[in-house]
């Protein structure tokens, strides 16, 4: 496998390439961290929110007076509250060009247009008392067809859900390259499908949370919460809010998962600010179970509109797509970005000259659409997949076989696609045979003919990816209309004792972030990454990220950040150790926690003794040397960078349920540099296992009426041990090549080629000869159904 | 507010503990709050996620399914009560750390529960039999995958007879 590796091997250090123990674990593994439901300052009050039980409504009034008047209630808001006191939540991507302006407020005021948007909130003595409180609210709900279908959205007979608008169009747009309709015209090879994705949502173990305290006595508004974002998040508030930034502090303690649902905004978190000041005491919200399905983000639901033109040699000439993304009833604070990704995505890892991508996000009267893991990617990827299992079927040949025909080779990267990406590294066709002979290795194919003979059904199915990482430039975002930077700005420091601290603006969400930029540290400063402390999630305190933890960007920019930083606090080492050997700073090099002489280990300094003096002890320094150790950074990526890969899935069907089962899953992946590979690999489990949960197992289903169906475990299954195989994992390293560094983003990667290569598995678990699979999740019943229907249930490809 | 209290007796982790609470809240709830067990995690309050596992009187349960007078006169163990008295990471907390079977950890004072109790159970351990005890403890960030095999090698640890599955068949 190709690598490179750069600077010396630091593994004694735990720098980069190694597998350490995690920063984290011990505080973690004992019970001892702090989540934010475990932040209590004192005098603290509970705060629980009245939500709408209809889907779409006029409010003509809200009579809080009985709540108010509840002993131990201390503060009540209604939309009347919010409206004078708050503007509208503001929406950071605003990319599209004819995108509306968001009607969203912190809470619903003359109107709901989703089941579980808030109407009131309030702050009592007990979380208990204040939901009983609640319950003493009146609303007087004037109700409105709720309005739930694509169809029923889109028709001009249905009036818009904001009023003022002309329809239920929040914005569309069309990417076009090359000459679509020529090629379509010509093509020997004209499919068309429509794929249905179902409303699924990131769904972390622990839920939102905030902690606000609007200090009246120093005019400052602390807040806790566990977000992806704190700065942003930060930013957010004090413009809802009319507050200066500097008034506002936000920290976030340990973060029970977040996959993208903990990096938007959320009116909960402005309400609990105006429930702080109004009551005078800090307030606290703890999201339960059942209000995350209603209240944090949702994402996936699409409707997907996909044709391929091709030769009758299998090379696709053309792409058509028209996406159309459910939103909900609201806009979230990414506006439409997930849906807009996943049609600029479309074409993946394949050369093809005329595309046409078009994109339009639906209002609906759902809970509003946002971030999760992969965002667009996965639906991108499913759908051009799906096509290129149809158009493999409708010639008669192996997939892998088209997609090493249509892959862009790597004698042509940099290669833009003309529609959005610019692919430019790795080898998509090195990951798709290393995928092919892992799959070969571990017997697969034999199972699956083995399995026939026992009349057993077992299919393989693959995907191949590319995905941006790193976002992003900051130029380019703005230039986009995405109302945040793409850069982040790192600080290492040493204090006078001579040991390490990062500061970065990332959030650590259990992804292992802390311990993997202590890694890039340790690497540049060849010290141990063990005696690094990363400190995170203090606005006061951290440096500023202009997008948050979120886009696969962590150690694709963070991690460069810290590390140009590291290296600006190890020139200011060299400097004074210099200074007190008097030797030439080429001549000296760091190793461990002693400065030496290259060639001459013996003659060195500690770094004790420099942080000593560069703090304490002033006359040990040069005269022209400035007091203190410090590195600082700011990295602004030139350009996105594709990680890429390729997966493989082994399934069986229960002949009797239609039940799949994954029973076996590879995954090659290439993030460029492998900063710590048992994280690499900790990630693309987790992030698959979430995928195999959207191929098989979660929706978030509405009724008619605009009820959310789905409100408990029971009914939104989340994947257990006995619904995941062992994972098998390859790493390519292709670096990133405008990255200083080369690494690129993991997160999301393992959500990315699941659901497309289950499908494809199960298809061929079923003969092989019929293209059945166009929603998600793939249901038993329809699997059952399948079977029925087979005719021929041995026949294989 | 008219809430009626009880004074709940108690072992807490081998400690003798008296506790307050109103006779309508959790054990969940009250191990949290009134005796600052913070390692007790609410996922769901519904008995489906696991995260709130403790044992008592030497079995698992879910303490978001039980009320705070329940624990009266029983023995109660909660993941602060597993590590050693300096506060070292039992050979079982230690192999999650080295397997990397946690990510936020918010699931894992659950799974280390159940893992405990599984590995008391006898001298064979299946990956099968793994994966289905602890179906009951959802973890939305690992795919399980290293969780197996931190119990599965904490058990050879033990000195228990382990078989692993690789690819393993459709159960």
């Given amino acids: 496998m190709p690598s490179t590796r750069h600077g010396h091997d630091t593994t004694e250090m735990g720098g980069v390439g190694s597998t350490v123990q995690r920063h984290d674990d011990h505080a973690l593994l004992t019970g001892r961290a702090t989540y934010v439901d475990d932040v209590e300052p004192s005098g603290v009050l509970h705060v629980a929110m009245l939500r709408s039980p209809v889907a779409h409504a006029k409010i003509l009034g809200v009579d809080a007076r009985a709540a108010l008047e509840l002993p131990g209630v201390h503060a009540v808001l209604t939309g009347d509250d919010v409206a004078a006191m708050a503007t509208v939540q503001p929406v950071g991507w605003e990319h599209i060009d004819d995108q509306r302006p968001s009607p969203t407020y912190a809470m619903a005021i003359d109107r709901v247009r989703y089941v579980g948007q808030i109407v009131a909130a309030v702050a009592a003595d007990s979380r208990a008392l204040a939901e009983d409180a609640t319950e003493l609210i009146e609303v007087d709900y004037d109700p409105i067809a709720a309005v739930m279908s694509i169809d029923d959205a889109l028709s001009p007979d249905t009036p818009p859900l904001v009023p003022g608008w002309d329809d239920n169009i929040f914005g569309s747009q069309t990417y076009t390259t090359g000459d679509p309709d020529d090629a379509f015209a010509e093509a020997d090879i004209h499919l068309t499908e429509e794929l249905t994705i179902g409303r699924q949502f990131g769904c972390p173990l622990e839920g939102r949370g905030i902690v606000a305290d609007w200090d009246l006595g120093t005019g400052r508004l602390e807040v806790w919460a566990n977000s992806q974002s704190p700065n942003r998040l930060r930013e957010v508030i004090a413009e809802v809010l009319d507050l200066a930034v500097a008034d506002v502090r936000v920290r976030v303690p340990t973060i029970g998962g977040g996959f993208g649902s903990k990096a938007n905004y959320y009116g909960e978190e402005i309400l609990c600010c105006a429930l702080s000041r109004r009551a005078g005491r800090p307030v606290k919200y703890i999201e339960d179970r059942r209000e995350s399905f209603f209240g944090t983000s949702h994402a996936r639901e699409q409707r997907i509109k996909v044709e391929l033109a091709a030769t009758r040699d299998g090379q696709i000439t053309g792409l058509r797509g028209h996406v159309i993304g459910v939103l909900g009833g609201e806009i979230s604070s990414v506006g439409m970005g997930p849906v807009w990704l996943s049609a600029v995505s479309m074409p993946g890892p394949y050369r093809i000259p005329n ?9 609906t009267n759902r809970t509003p659409y946002g971030s999760y893991r992969g965002w667009g990617t996965p639906k991108a990827a499913f759908a051009m997949e799906r096509m290129v299992e149809r158009l493999a079927m409708e010639i008669g040949v192996d997939s892998v076989d088209i997609r090493r025909r249509n892959f862009v080779k790597t004698s042509e990267l940099p290669y833009h696609n003309g529609i959005f990406a610019t692919l430019d590294s790795g080898d998509f066709h090195l990951a798709l045979e290393t995928c092919v002979e892992v799959a070969a290795q571990n017997g697969w194919p034999e199972r699956r003919v083995s399995a026939q003979g026992e009349g057993r059904r077992i299919g393989i199915g693959y995907a191949s990816f590319v995905e941006a990482t790193g976002i992003g430039p900051s130029r380019v975002m703005s230039e986009l209309g995405i109302g945040q930077g793409g850069f982040d700005e790192a600080v290492v420091r040493m204090d006078s004792t001579g040991r390490v601290t990062v500061y970065t603006g990332q959030a650590e969400m259990g992804q292992g972030m802390s311990t993997t930029l202590a890694q890039l540290a340790a690497e540049e400063l060849n010290i141990p990454e063990s005696a690094i402390r990363v400190v995170s999630g203090d606005t006061d305190a951290c440096p500023y990220t202009g997008y948050g933890t979120g886009g696969s960007r962590a150690i694709a920019v963070g991690g ?16 004074i150790a210099s200074h007190q050997l008097e030797t030439s700073a080429d001549d000296l090099q760091v190793q461990g926690d002693r400065i030496e002489v290259r060639g001459a280990p013996d003659l060195g300094v500690t770094l004790r003794e420099v942080a000593h003096a560069a703090y304490r002890r002033l006359t040990k320094i040069d005269h022209a040397t400035e007091p203190t150790l410090q590195g600082r950074s700011v990295y602004d990526p030139t350009s996105l960078t594709y990680a890429n890969g390729c997966a493989a899935a082994l399934v069986e069907i229960d002949d009797g349920t239609g ?7 590879i995954i090659v992946d290439d993030c460029g540099t492998v900063v710590n590979p048992q994280i690499v690999d900790g990630q693309l489990h987790g992030a698959t296992t979430q995928a195999i949960g959207g191929a098989l197992l979660e929706q978030l289903v509405y009724d008619d009426e605009g009820q959310l169906l789905t409100t408990t475990f029971m009914d939104y299954l989340l994947p257990t041990a006995m619904d ?16 200083p560094g080369g690494m690129k983003g993991v997160g999301e990667a393992g959500t990315i080629p699941a659901a497309p290569a289950i499908a494809a598995a199960v298809e061929d678990a079923l003969g092989g000869d019929r293209f059945l699979v166009r929603s998600l999740p793939i249901r038993s019943e329809d699997v059952h159904t399948w079977l029925r229907e087979s005719a021929q249930p041995d026949a294989a490809t | 507010m008219n809430e009626q209290l009880r004074t709940i007796e108690f072992e807490l982790n081998g400690r003798p503990t008296t506790m307050s609470a109103p006779v309508r809240e959790t054990l969940a709830d009250a191990l949290r709050h009134r005796c600052h067990e913070k390692g007790v995690h609410l996922g769901c309050e519904h008995g489906v996620c696991g995260a709130c596992t403790v044992e008592i009187d030497g079995r698992t349960v879910r303490s978001c399914l039980l009320l705070a007078p329940q624990a009266e006169g029983h023995s109660v163990v909660t993941v602060g009560g597993i590590s050693g008295p300096d506060d070292e990471l039992s050979p079982l907390q230690a192999e999650f750390s080295r397997q990397h079977a946690l990510q936020c950890g918010f699931c894992t004072p659950g799974f280390l529960m159940v893992a405990r109790e599984l590995l008391d159970e006898g001298d064979l351990l299946t990956e099968d039999l793994v994966r289905e005890r602890i179906s009951g403890n959802i973890c939305r960030c690992t795919g399980y995958h290293n969780i197996v095999e931190a119990i599965l090698v904490a058990a050879e640890e033990r000195g228990m007879r382990v078989e692993r599955t690789e690819n393993e068949e459709a159960k």
């Fill in chain 1, 724 to 739: 995941t195989p062992r994972f098998l994992t390859e790493h390519l390293e292709f670096p990133a090549p405008n990255t």
């Fill in chain 1, 659 to 665: 039940a799949v089962s994954v029973i076996g899953y």
């Fill in chain 1, 560 to 575: 460069v950040a810290v590390a140009q930083a590291a290296r600006e606090l190890r020139e200011k080492l060299l400097e």
């Fill in chain 1, 355 to 363: 595309v046409s991508l078009s994109v339009t996000g639906v209002m």
